[in-house]
């Protein structure tokens, strides 16, 4: 089940549900949610104030470090939303880190799991607390401000898909 749906850009990756919206690997998918609220919005039950809120430090990352997509802002319809992904996890702030570079986002994954072996090893009957990094998919609107979180996935528990092969050693 991993297709590689949208060949452009490096948070593309992150795409694990299917069309159906289903859960794959762990991966929760907001979109039902997300729905919902376009749809009030177009029934005017909320304003585009209610919406369009979006914190000036994401939309700096979006404007900086965001996938571009080819999705139309569902509020606005004027600019495409893009793609910005936190990462929570020991050891970073408390407001998680914002991936900024394709290969932060490969690292933290080879550290989840990297850490997550090491714990199935160690505590092998405690399976709930051995998840340790989240990444947290938001789409945010670089025009009106438009956000919502897409998606929030274990990065330990990702299937593995084809990283053997695609696998690139970062040069320090
Ligand atoms: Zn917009």
Redesign the pocket.
């Known amino acids: 089940m991993n297709s590689s749906r949208r060949p452009t850009g490096w948070l593309s990756q992150l795409t694990l549900t299917d069309d159906n919206g289903e859960t794959v690997g762990g991966v929760i998918d907001h979109r039902l949610t997300r729905r919902a609220l376009i749809n009030e919005f177009r029934r005017g039950r909320l304003r585009r104030e209610q919406l ?1 809120d979006a914190h000036p430090d994401l939309v700096r990352a979006a404007k900086n470090f965001g996938d571009a997509t080819g999705v139309k ?7 495409n ?1 893009a793609l910005v992904t936190y990462v929570f996890g020991p050891r970073l702030p408390s407001h998680g880190r914002c991936i900024t570079k394709p290969h932060e986002l490969e690292e933290f994954r080879q550290l989840a799991q990297h850490t997550e072996q090491q714990r199935n090893t160690e505590y092998s009957t405690d399976q709930s607390s051995s998840i340790t990094y989240t990444a947290y998919v938001v789409e945010c ?6 956000h919502h979180l897409l998606r929030s996935l274990p990065m330990a528990t990702a299937p593995k898909s084809d990283t053997e092969s695609t696998r690139r050693r970062s040069r320090r």
């Open positions: 369009c802002c569902p509020i606005c319809v004027q600019d939303v609107c670089r025009s009106c401000r438009w």
